[in-house]
Nanobody
Framework: QVYLVESGGGLVQAGDSLTLSCATSGRTFSTMGWFRQAAGRTREFVAAHNKNTGRTNYADSVKGRFTISRDNAKNTLNLEMNSLKPEDTAVYYC???????????????????WGQGTQVTVSS
């Protein structure tokens, strides 16, 4: 059984930083990513990472502010979020794909394992 469990969400002020973590159990994935869904909006891509190539991709809206990384020893995926804005408020989801070995992908349809999500709220 595969589990993805996010942690680290919370309420912060604009300009603050927050780091999300996603603990993975059951197996190791090469391609993992973060998505988010704000109230009343569709889920959107945030960042992705491939363990085998080290390659990362980011949504334009978070580029330069967010950093995705992997702790292979702990089998966790992290998302360091700096200079947070109210528009970053959303439920953040960790996702993993068993389809790819070396690719970094951005479509939610390319991921087949999902966590339950963690709420991030940024006040102005």
């Amino acid at each position: 059984q595969v589990y993805l469990v996010e942690s680290g969400g919370g309420l912060v002020q604009a300009g603050d930083s927050l780091t999300l973590s996603c603990a993975t159990s059951g197996r190791t994935f090469s391609t993992m990513g973060w998505f988010r869904q704000a109230a009343g909006r569709t889920r959107e891509f945030v960042a992705a990472h491939n363990k085998n190539t080290g390659r990362t991709n980011y949504a334009d809206s978070v580029k330069g502010r967010f950093t995705i990384s992997r702790d292979n020893a702990k089998n966790t995926l992290n998302l360091e979020m700096n200079s947070l804005k109210p528009e970053d408020t959303a439920v953040y989801y960790c996702a993993a794909s068993s389809y790819y070995n070396r690719l970094v992908v951005e479509s939610e349809h390319q991921y087949n394992y999902w966590g339950q999500g963690t709420q991030v709220t940024v006040s102005s």
